[in-house]
């Protein structure tokens, strides 16, 4: 019969055994539990084996008089409040490291590593204490939520299909170097705060993750780190998706919510009357009403609150001198001649730029550009 | 008769013997021990007095992989284990035959 160390009710039984045990150190406690565990596994995948090993607690107790240890001491109850505090900081941390990892690869400002920095006040304590011994993890283990928690998620593995347990498990020894994969692609997205980040936990991990195995004073780092860097993997992973169905929206991308021409974006729009004189101001609607408002990419540090987005034009400019936003009043250019009808026959295509050669037998311009902004 | 209270005191012995000859884990010594008649001996208190010798200095451990399931630390006797064994061995004997003749005199 095959041993499932996983089965919801060995994982409870070992934890109860380990909780009757708390008080010794934490050494001992690590080599009885390597001899139980497979032990209890094994008893409990034979018939009536059950029965034969009795209550958890009786079991420590008769290992505990056999082992000739300590009678065991009554753990502070004050402790629990400790515990519990550490307990959930702990999951707090993990979900944070879940999101952080999954927010990784999208556009962003570092300034959401702030919220780590908050934590850190929390975290800090909890592993203080933690490794001081103030905290135990047998008190942590004692806690109904952290024993529910971790019966709920033993359960839910359990019903995993095996291929896929077998597999996941296979990939153990890739982790490492996916870890350093991710930090190179941080890298290459040009996430470089990430990067480092990435690096960070990655190096937490190596240190961590063979340690947990034997003090589980570590167990809570290496659970958090690791959390975090499958989160940023599967964040790349789906950004990898995204970028590749089209949107190359991350890089240093100004957007351009103003017009465009041919797909060219517009820095400003000028208008003449058929005279060619341009016009100072005019405003731009759609076929609805809607005035067309656009920012003004330009002038965006200097506005003054009158050029907000608006469907004023021409929008106002940066002067390059004085660093402010000035309204334009002339054009850049010339306009040509309005060409078909009855252009005079100059020959030359630079218009005269006053009005009194210009073409006269356009349509004049009716609409005053009196319109109310808004 | 309950015999739990003559097992502990012969328990240390019982294990050194049967890890004597070959290395053994924690349900091997158990079957061994339940194997030669000691039918009551408990789980859990093979598991206390492996890990009592082993503080003692008379087991050495180490842990061998096994591709289903847990790993599995084996105790086997160091040299002190068996100075040990011989001492205890001789104590048990001469124990046992003082035992037989009080018992032999009683039912004389």
Redesign the interface.
């Known amino acids: 019969m095959s041993v499932h160390t996983g089965s919801p009710e060995v994982v409870d039984y070992l934890a109860r055994i380990r909780a009757a045990l708390a008080d010794l150190p934490a050494e001992e406690l690590a080599e009885v539990m390597e001899d139980v565990e497979p032990h209890v596994a094994e008893v409990f995948a034979e018939a009536g084996g059950i029965e034969r090993l009795g209550s958890p607690e009786a079991y420590a107790a008769e290992l505990r008089a056999a082992g000739g240890y300590p009678p065991p001491t009554a753990p502070p109850p004050e402790r629990h409040g400790w515990a519990r505090f550490t307990f959930w900081v702990m999951v707090g941390l993990a979900l944070l490291a879940l999101f952080a990892g999954l927010a990784a690869a999208a556009q962003g400002s570092g300034s959401r590593y702030a919220v780590w920095v908050f934590l850190l006040i929390f975290v800090a304590p909890g592993m203080l204490w933690l490794f001081t011994g103030k905290v135990t993890v047998a008190d942590v283990r004692r806690l109904p939520e952290y024993r529910s928690l971790s019966r709920r998620f033993h359960a839910t593995v359990a019903k995993l299909p095996e291929p896929v347990v077998g597999y996941l498990r296979s990939l153990r020894p890739a982790w490492g170097l996916i870890r350093i994969g991710l930090a190179v692609l941080m890298l290459l997205v040009g996430r470089v705060e990430a990067a480092v980040v990435v690096l960070g936990a990655s190096a937490v991990v190596t240190w961590a993750g063979p340690r947990a195995r034997t003090d589980d004073r570590v167990l809570p780092i290496a659970v958090v780190t690791n959390v975090f860097l499958a989160s940023v993997l599967v964040s790349l992973v789906f950004a990898a998706f995204t970028w590749s169905t089209g949107r190359h929206d991350y890089g240093p991308v100004q957007y351009n919510d103003g017009l465009t021409y041919d797909g060219v974006p517009l820095r400003n729009l000028y208008a003449v009357d058929a005279n060619g004189t341009p016009l100072p101001e005019f405003y731009l609607y759609t076929t609805g009403g809607e005035p067309i408002n656009v920012p003004h990419p330009m002038c965006d540090e200097n506005l003054s609150p009158d050029y907000h987005p608006s469907n004023k034009f021409p929008l106002p400019m940066l002067d390059s001198r004085t660093g402010d936003c000035v309204p334009v009043t002339g054009l850049p250019f010339v306009p040509l001649p309005q060409q078909g009808s009855s252009a005079p026959p100059s020959t030359t295509s630079l218009a005269p730029s006053s009005s009194t050669s210009a073409p006269t037998t356009a349509p004049p311009t009716t609409a005053p550009p009196t319109t109310p902004t808004r | 008769m309950d015999t739990s209270q003559l097992l502990?005191g012969v328990?240390d012995l019982a294990v050194l013997a049967v890890l004597r000859d070959e290395d053994g884990?924690?349900?091997d010594v158990l079957r061994r021990l339940r194997g030669g008649g000691m039918e009551e001996v408990?789980?859990?208190?093979?598991?206390?007095?492996?890990?009592?010798l082993?503080?003692a200095g008379l087991l050495t451990s180490y842990?061998v992989p096994s591709d289903?399931?847990?790993?599995?630390?084996y105790y086997g006797v160091n040299d002190a284990g068996r100075v040990r064994l011989v001492e205890s061995e001789r104590a048990w004997r001469a124990f046992a035959e003082a035992m037989e003749g009080i018992l032999k005199e009683a039912a004389a």
């Open positions: 502990k328990l884990y924690g349900y408990g789980d859990a208190s093979v598991y206390g007095t492996l890990r009592r082993y503080r842990v289903e399931g847990p790993h599995r630390k």
